[in-house]
């Protein structure tokens, strides 16, 4: 079983040019779309979040149990759902503004246990940032780890929800060793201002950066990187691509039998050139359809 734990949220992404084209909400959120992602791919997974009784709220969790996510594990509450309003560049790169104030999500509570048989956690995102959930989120990380569970970080940094970088920074530092995967973006990497071998140095077993239409990398504690091109596509936007990405390496790593820090470390090139070439596939379809629709296991083909 992949635990993803994160907010679920409604992106309204504009279906038209200049500043007041058509709105049309798509469900999304970082974590969520990680946890549709691997339930496509057959992973079992389940999803830990907060999430509103609004409408928003029961079709975010209807898309997940048609997506084959265990939705046991998420807490309800009458809030609000959260809205993330995107722009999209003509390139299908997208920016969000969010409305956050109030709502659901912002209150999950860590849980007493994890589901039973929980071989990884994921997180990342704006559940990361917004309190007081970001510290449960970041209590069920620290514990997770502790409990020799394998754990992934995907900051997703969004700029306009971070008051203080510095103390992000900070705080992003303290939450490395008890990480096992570290994956972000070439822009999230240029935030944080640290370096692949920083990173490495203080917990995970591998850092994996995000090169947008240069592909991806992955950096190893023995000094090595591997990096692989991406897969030409027609793009519609990117929304979702990079969480597309981080299903894909836990779906991988899960197959290989690799869902330890120790079985990472021992990962060669041909694993790691598969796994993300794997991971490009699945983000390149991603990105040929609008809003985040990962695509299923029948798409992709062999590893």
Not at 53 to 78: C, I, K, N, T
Not at 84 to 97: E, K, L, P
Not at 193 to 222: C, K, M
Request: net charge negative.
């Amino acid at each position: 079983m992949i635990v993803v734990a994160g907010e679920a949220l409604i992106d309204l992404v504009p279906r038209g040019t200049g500043a007041l084209a058509e709105l049309q909400p798509a469900l999304g959120g970082g974590p969520y779309n990680t946890a549709v992602a691997l339930g496509r791919l057959g992973s079992p997974t389940a999803f830990c979040s907060r999430v509103s009784h609004d409408a928003f709220g029961e079709a975010l969790l209807d898309r997940l149990r048609e997506s084959g996510v265990d939705v046991s594990a998420v807490q309800r509450g009458p809030e609000p759902t959260t809205l993330a309003v995107a722009t999209v560049d003509r390139d299908g790169s997208a920016a969000y503004s969010f409305y956050v104030e109030g709502t659901a999500d912002r209150l999950f509570t860590a849980p007493d246990a994890l589901p039973a048989g929980t071989r990884a956690v994921s997180f990342g995102t704006c559940s990361l940032v917004l309190e007081p959930g970001a510290t449960a989120y970041e209590e069920l990380l620290r514990a997770a780890s502790a409990q020799g569970v394998f754990t992934t970080l995907d900051p997703n940094i969004r700029p306009g929800l971070i008051p203080d970088a510095d103390a992000y920074r900070a705080r992003f530092k303290s939450w490395l060793p008890s990480v096992s995967l570290l994956k972000l973006s070439e822009e999230d990497a240029e935030w944080l201002g640290g370096t692949p071998q920083e990173w490495l140095s203080s917990g995970p077993s591998a850092v994996v950066i995000t090169h947008g239409g240069a592909g991806l990398s992955v950096f190893t504690r023995n000094g090595a990187v591997y990096p692989v091109p991406r897969e030409e596509v027609d793009v519609v936007d990117t929304i979702g691509a990079g969480d597309t990405v981080n299903a894909a390496l836990l779906h991988g790593l899960a197959a290989r039998d690799a869902l330890s820090p120790t079985a990472v470390k021992f990962l060669g090139a041909d694993d790691w050139t598969r796994l993300l070439r794997f991971a490009a596939r699945a983000a390149a379809i991603t990105c040929s359809r609008a809003g985040a629709e990962p695509p299923y296991a029948d798409e992709l083909g062999e590893f």
